[in-house]
């Protein structure tokens, strides 16, 4: 056992298990088996034909688009791909399903046996994959006379959802804490967007997480009886319904209980987990294949063909930051933990001319360069599109932009306090920093002349505070500094004023 | 291997159909007859058989990802037995 | 001019030479159906009007002097599972009375571009399960032949109409000999072509890895015409083969000597009626008299058929009809106050029994611990079966066997006993297991019922079984008999 399991049986009486099965929305134009539009929101049932409504006599064709994504998908989280894939009915009633089966992949996945790896306080963890299947969304239901479906006097079908394609992939029952599954999702989640076959946005329910949660004593081998939590559309519903799962869990075997084997919902607006189980949902879904459809007979060109298009993977991308630019891991972690992020940051170099081929360390120059885009990011521009409804793909501030404000900075055009307010107006209104710093005059004043008059009628109006400074209170010229850029709205060169200033006080 | 009506009204669940006490009685007996008959099958050594599911031998059949239009809303409602507000309309769930 | 009685080639040329003309045609024909339903009941909806609008086009472009396709202007009908954009496809049953597709099945919009004229959609045993008609819930189908018996099925509707003179020719489904035991019940020809040769886009599915969409036509000739329109790729269709099709209808003609032509001995064991037995026999002297070589070949897994048929079809039927649940289309229980009600009652109200059962034997055999020794078991022997075909061809091009081992039989003879029942189906099930094509003609009669005998071929010979069966109507004339229905 090592230092760190002590430390978690220190703090909690019993042994984590979880395996999470994440749903993910293929970015394909039109769905898995017809023609029918995939875009999000439409007016209920506009996005509908008589193959996705399920209609009798209607045949699915499979669309070669998904099975592509599948298979990018699959390996970029280090999955075999199979030779010979197929699909299968998974059949149970719901009004949200119209033909009373969903097809999917039963015992021959598209992909299988891969892993991904994750870091928690700084430990790195392998989590596995079991297997990435295809399959197709349902449609959605609306209760109709109350909030939700408990109440609901009736309840209304919507099948525009209906045909999406999706992926599910199945980890390994490896993750044993919350943080840990919470960080092997964010992972996940960046992959996937990396890979761009899906948009993930969890909350249109384009990437859904399912979790199997158990329990056991420290130091048991065999697994404990496990809950599947359903519903959990946010991280921070995850968080949520895990702790809240654990702590049930435990209550009840502290008290010598029997966890039941049952399907969970995560009520959000309840803060709590609740049973779906019905004693009329017995769960047979009697798989076979799909007979509809034929088998996909996949071979090493093709697997190689999608492998090609695969992007520079998160933690390379992040070595290669770390290894260029000398950039911190940390910083290099955050930049890339979102494609969009780590593009910016990549568009960003090229426009200041500093981008660097991989394997290729930078020049100091160019490092000093790659800091001041990196500082940016992580500070003013996160901030602002954090609190905009934009992010780093649709971002108001181009990063050929932000290479215009930080080339004015570097060439002393403008001061880096007037840099910030500049960056804020380029934001709000999406110009050039060369325009908005003409516009509003905001140049550096850089003439010795011009300071040094400043300067001396500073000096000339605050005696005391020279006669501070000559008593040796150091901190009297930061007041006089103050006073300068005060006198120049903030346009004095900074370098320039304090030279003068020392000059001139001299010379008193 | 024989089916008891416990078992036939479990499959009649499974498959959505109420049926009354004498159908229960009829389909057992129906059903043991049926599947009795197909024991014969047992006989057969398949140990080495692969299964067939499709007769014809095709494999990758696949269309492009283009968008085609959609239904009109008043044809994919046309035969619903209950709609309201362009939805499908059903009872209650739970 | 008894124009009820001719074949679709025989119409063609009279609309071409102008000695009638297709609203004419349509008209006669619609006189004939109403005639004839009284004792027939062949039909579930007529389409009159409809047909009328287009045999006037038929006929514009006629006087235009423009020349007409094969089928233009003939009059047909469609078995009630095929949809057929805004006119009701009930498949026979309750759950679907009220259903009017929004679509056209791939099959029905050939057959509008070839210009053939709806007249109305044909009876059936619900969902296409059955060998009577009887299980339609609507009403039985008779056998023109003789009213007091059954016309055959599933397809018993399609064969019964063209034998009436009711169309000209018809399209059924088969899963498991509804085509062609239909057809032989009925004295018609009957074509179950290869599993993919047509395709299926739009036909209500009962068992989607057997189901095949053929023609009833009253001659050979006809039939190949009808294949010509219908056969062929089709992208809606994952199954559906890209290979060339033939013109079928070109091929007619040839000599078949030297042709080898196997009988299965399986085939013509106990159970098959002696009288039923002769009548083929005798056939068989004709195609030997035709040069034709015949052999006898066996088929060693043919007694497994039926079994591994009543695994198949019912386990895929169960799944293909669970979308019957009163949500989207079709019967709605009136007493559903909560939705498990709703799907439990209307599902109960909306199938009749054969279905039920066959949904129940479905549903029980892909039930969680049983796949492997029923569902994943028949697939397996369903391979040896197909292999049993493979060999025999290896030494023969066609296959010959009776189509039933009985003549059309009486209401109510077997409808007691499902598995008595499923037994009439023993010459034709394994066919659809091996996915290849076969086609019923007439031989002759027994006690003045039609008698089929069956053809089959290798996946993709459509053209062979024409070829031979056309070789035999041209030396027999066996095609020319109809029945008279007083009427």
Same mark, same amino acid.
């Given at each position: 056992?090592?230092?760190?399991?002590?430390?978690?049986?220190?703090?909690?009486?019993?042994?984590?298990?979880?395996?999470?099965?994440?749903?993910?929305?293929?970015?394909?134009?039109?769905?898995?088996f017809c023609g029918c539009t995939t875009e999000f929101g439409g007016d209920q049932n506009t996005h509908v034909c008589p193959v996705c409504l399920g209609l009798p006599g209607v045949l699915p064709v499979l669309n070669k688009q998904v099975v592509d994504y599948a298979m990018k998908a699959g390996l970029a989280l280090n999955c075999e791909i199979a030779e010979f894939s197929k699909f299968d009915r998974k059949n149970y009633f719901y009004p949200d399903l119209p033909k009373a089966y969903q097809v999917s992949q039963y015992d021959l996945p598209i992909a299988k046996d891969g892993y991904l790896d994750i870091e928690v306080g700084g430990n790195p963890k392998r989590i596995g994959i079991t297997r990435v299947h295809m399959e197709e969304d349902a449609g959605k239901l609306v209760h109709g006379g109350a909030a939700n479906l408990a109440g609901a006097e009736y309840s209304m079908a919507d099948y525009n959802r209906t045909g999406v394609p999706l992926i599910e992939i199945v980890s390994e029952p490896d993750i044993r804490s919350i943080e840990e599954a919470v960080a092997y999702l964010e992972r996940l989640k960046a992959i996937l967007e990396y890979t761009e076959v899906s948009d993930c946005k969890m909350e249109q329910g384009s990437l859904r997480c399912d979790a199997n949660v158990s329990l056991r004593p420290w130091g048991q081998k065999e697994f404990g009886t496990k809950a599947e939590l359903k519903n959990m559309n946010s991280f921070k519903a995850l968080q949520r319904a895990l702790e809240y799962e654990v702590e049930r869990q435990a209550e009840i075997l502290r008290d010598g209980g029997k966890i039941l084997q049952e399907t969970r919902m995560w009520d959000e607006a309840k803060g709590m987990t609740i049973s779906l189980r019905s004693k009329e949902e017995a769960h047979d879904y009697r798989y076979f294949p799909e007979p509809d459809l034929v088998p996909l007979v996949i071979s090493?060109?093709?697997?190689?063909?999608?492998?090609?298009?695969?992007?520079?993977?998160?933690?390379?991308?992040?070595?290669?930051?770390?290894?260029?630019?000398?950039?911190?891991?940390?910083?290099?972690?955050?930049?890339?933990?979102?494609?969009?992020?780590?593009?910016?940051?990549?568009?960003?170099?090229?426009?200041?001319?500093?981008?660097?081929?991989?394997?290729?360390e930078a020049d100091d120059k160019a490092k000093e360069r790659a800091k001041q885009i990196s500082n940016y990011m992580m500070g003013e521009l996160t901030r602002l599109l954090? =609190?905009?409804? /934009?992010?780093?793909?649709?971002?108001?501030?181009?990063?050929?932009?932000?290479?215009?404000?930080?080339?004015?900075?570097?060439?002393?055009?403008?001061?880096?306090?007037?840099?910030?307010?500049? /960056?804020?107006?380029?934001? =709000?209104?999406?110009?050039?920093?060369?325009?908005?710093?003409?516009?509003?005059?905001?140049?550096?004043?850089?003439?010795?002349?011009?300071?040094?008059?400043?300067?001396?009628?500073?000096?000339?109006?605050?005696?005391?505070?020279?006669?501070?400074f000559k008593a040796g209170k150091e901190k009297a010229m930061g007041f006089l500094v103050g006073q300068a850029m005060k006198a120049t709205k903030g346009k004095a060169n900074p370098g320039l004023v304090n030279k003068l200033l020392k000059e001139e006080l001299e010379k008193l | 291997m024989s089916l008891t009506k416990d078992e036939v009204q479990h499959v009649a669940m499974l498959a959505r159909l109420e049926l009354s006490d004498k159908e229960v009685e009829k389909y057992t007996t129906q059903l043991n007859d049926i599947l009795g008959y197909a024991q014969r099958l047992q006989a057969l050594d398949t140990a080495n058989v692969p299964p067939t599911a499709h007769v /014809?031998?095709?494999?990758?059949?696949?269309?492009?990802?283009?968008?085609?239009?959609?239904?009109?809303?008043?044809?994919?409602?046309?035969?619903?037995?209950?709609e309201e507000d362009g939805f499908f309309r059903v009872p209650k769930i739970v | 001019m008894k124009l009820y009685t001719k074949k679709a080639h025989e119409l063609h040329d009279l609309l071409v030479n102008k000695e009638i003309s297709a609203a004419e045609l349509v008209r006669a024909q619609a006189e004939r159906i109403e005639a004839a339903e009284p004792k027939v009941q062949a039909f579930i909806t007529r389409t009159l009007d409809d047909a009328m609008a287009q045999a006037a086009k038929v006929d514009a472009k006629i006087a235009a002097g423009e020349a007409i396709g094969p089928l233009e202007g003939i009059p047909m009908a469609l078995k009630d599972n095929m949809c057929t954009d805004g006119v009701r496809t009930t498949c026979a049953s309750k759950i679907l009375h009220n259903f009017v597709p929004p679509y056209d099945a791939t099959v029905v919009t050939k057959l509008k571009e070839a210009g053939a004229i709806l007249m109305g959609k044909c009876n059936m045993d619900e969902f296409a399960m059955g060998s009577s008609t009887e299980n339609s819930r609507f009403f039985a189908t008779r056998n023109p032949w003789d009213i007091e018996r059954v016309p055959g099925g599933s397809s018993g509707g399609s064969a019964a109409a063209v034998a009436a003179g009711q169309a000209v020719f018809t399209l059924g489904s088969d899963t498991g000999g509804s085509i062609r035991q239909p057809a032989a019940f009925c004295g018609v020809v009957g074509m179950k072509p290869t599993y993919g040769a047509v395709s299926r886009f739009g036909l209500v599915a009962f068992a989607s890895s057997l189901d095949q969409i053929g023609p009833f036509t009253r001659d050979v000739r006809d039939n190949a015409r009808v294949m010509n329109a219908i056969a062929g790729y089709d992208l809606k269709d994952s199954t559906s083969a890209p290979v060339d099709y033939p013109d079928y209808e070109a091929l007619l003609g040839q000599s078949v000597k030297g042709w080898r032509i196997g009988l299965p001995k399986e085939y013509f064991g106990e159970g098959i009626d002696p009288e039923v037995k002769a009548v083929i026999e005798k056939a068989v002297k004709v195609l030997e008299g035709l040069g034709a070589e015949i052999g006898e070949c066996s088929l060693p897994h043919t007694e497994y058929a039926l079994p591994v048929y009543y695994l198949i079809a019912p386990a895929e039927a169960s799944s293909n009809l669970a979308r019957y649940d009163g949500v989207r289309y079709g019967y709605r229980s009136e007493e559903a106050p909560d939705l498990i009600t709703m799907f439990k009652k209307t599902r109960a109200e909306g199938f009749g029994e054969e279905v039920k059962r066959r949904i129940m034997l479905g549903t029980y055999a892909l039930s969680s611990g049983y796949y492997d020794a029923y569902y994943l078991k028949a697939q397996k022997v369903r391979t040896l079966i197909k292999g049993d075909f493979d060999q025999a061809y290896e030494k023969f091009d066609v296959l010959l066997s009776p189509t039933s081992p009985t003549v059309a039989f009486k209401f109510g003879d077997r409808t007691d006993n499902p598995l008595q029942m499923y037994l009439s189906d023993i010459c034709t099930l394994s066919v659809n297991l091996a996915g290849i094509p076969a086609l019923n003609i007439n031989a002759g009669f027994a006690n003045g019922l039609p008698v089929g005998l069956q053809l089959m071929g290798k996946a993709f010979d459509e053209a062979k079984l024409?070829?031979?069966?056309?070789a035999y109507e041209q030396a027999t004339g066996c095609h020319s008999q109809t029945p008279d229905l007083g009427v």
């Open positions: 056992m090592n230092n760190e399991t002590m430390q978690m049986e220190r703090d909690f009486d019993f042994e984590i298990v979880m395996g999470l099965e994440v749903h993910v929305e293929l970015h394909t134009k039109s769905k898995i090493r060109e093709w697997v190689d063909r999608v492998k090609a298009t695969l992007p520079e993977m998160p933690h390379v991308r992040k070595e290669r930051l770390v290894h260029t630019y000398g950039l911190p891991a940390y910083d290099a972690g955050i930049i890339t933990g979102s494609k969009a992020m780590a593009d910016y940051f990549d568009s960003a170099c090229k426009a200041f001319g500093v981008d660097t081929p991989s394997g290729v954090n =609190a905009s409804e /934009f992010g780093y793909l649709n971002s108001p501030v181009t990063p050929e932009n932000l290479v215009g404000l930080l080339q004015l900075l570097e060439a002393g055009t403008i001061s880096t306090k007037i840099a910030k307010t500049v /960056f804020e107006d380029m934001f =709000a209104t999406g110009k050039p920093a060369k325009a908005i710093v003409e516009e509003k005059g905001l140049v550096q004043i850089s003439d010795e002349g011009a300071i040094a008059s400043i300067v001396r009628d500073i000096l000339t109006a605050n005696p005391s505070v020279v006669a501070d | /014809f031998p095709l494999q990758n059949v696949m269309r492009d990802d283009c968008v085609d239009p959609s239904m009109a809303r008043e044809k994919i409602l046309a035969n619903a037995p209950d | 024409l070829q031979l069966a056309y």
